[in-house]
């Protein structure tokens, strides 16, 4: 049986790693996935990525390296997945709100690609808020 929510299983991974301290985690590719972790990576909330062959033969990975400040606590503090399956949630672009004051990002789907909320309003598009960020 396949997965019903993918990208909140990803989000999990990298919250319980970042809870472990381990320095990178692995989850199975997917063009959304690789464009949400890049709008990640281009925030300054996480490393890198690279595409990986799996062990097993059974295809794609992505490995994600995690960012840590220099007490080795993780840069992430929070994750959350805020539109799901069973109940999406779509903005537009006067309802985008900042996270934590702003110092938090929210992640959209929208008509031109997976970007940040800052980037969302710049383009003046709304869409689909995949997960938030502090």
Known sequence: MGMTDPIADM???IRNALRA???SVEVPCSRVKESLVKVLIAEGY???VKRVKAKDG???LLRIHLKFDKDNRPVILGLRRVSR???RVYVGLAEIAPVRKGLGVNVLSTP???MADREAKKAKVG???????W
Do not use: A, N
Request: charged share 30%.
């Open 85 to 87: 399956p069973g109940r």
């Open 112 to 114: 031109k690609g997976i």
């Open 46 to 48: 996480l490393q890198e």
């Open 127 to 133: 869409g689909e808020l995949v997960c938030s960020v």
């Open 11 to 13: 989000l999990t991974r």
């Open 58 to 60: 059974g295809g794609e």
């Open 21 to 23: 301290g381990h320095d």
